[in-house]
């Protein structure tokens, strides 16, 4: 196989961490890392995740869970076609957690959601479940086939 470059990889991968990754500066910033976004529309998505937070205000001075919610609106606006997400919803109530899932679920990108947590209802609404233990896969098939233990 061919190596890939680290940029041909990041074109078409935005990872999205457990831990927010955000950076000193405002809202606005740290959600358009390049820019490209109007300001409206960020504040658009800021309302679709229930935040109604000043996009002048300084990214240090949010929640863990609002931070967690402005990383997963830059990953959605970067609209790359792969979203992996490593416990992306970690810091989030319920009700936050399921708003993110459903705006992850319902972009355009392929998506691989990990989870060390999880119920019936969010597995289901997946297309594939992979579970692993030790290392080793023990499931790998549709969501409504798995077993819970």
Request: charged share 30%.
């Amino acid at each position: 196989m061919d190596e890939l470059d680290d940029s041909a990889i990041h074109s078409q991968l935005s990872f999205l961490p457990a831990q927010p990754l955000v950076f000193d500066g405002t809202v606005s910033e740290n959600i358009s890392l390049c820019g490209k976004d109007s300001e409206a529309k960020k504040s658009r998505m800021l309302q679709q995740f229930g935040m109604h937070t000043d996009l002048h205000q300084k990214a240090d001075q949010c929640s863990l869970g609002e931070l967690q919610r402005i990383c997963v609106i830059r990953t959605l606006l970067e609209r790359r076609p792969l979203i992996v997400a490593d416990e992306s919803t970690a810091h989030l109530d319920r009700e936050n957690q399921k708003s993110v899932e459903n705006m992850l679920l319902s972009s355009e990108s392929a998506l691989v959601y990990i989870a060390h947590n999880y119920n019936r209802e969010m597995m289901e609404r997946f297309d594939r479940v992979i579970e692993l233990k030790n290392g080793r896969i023990v499931y790998d098939g549709k969501p409504q086939m798995y077993r819970f233990s």
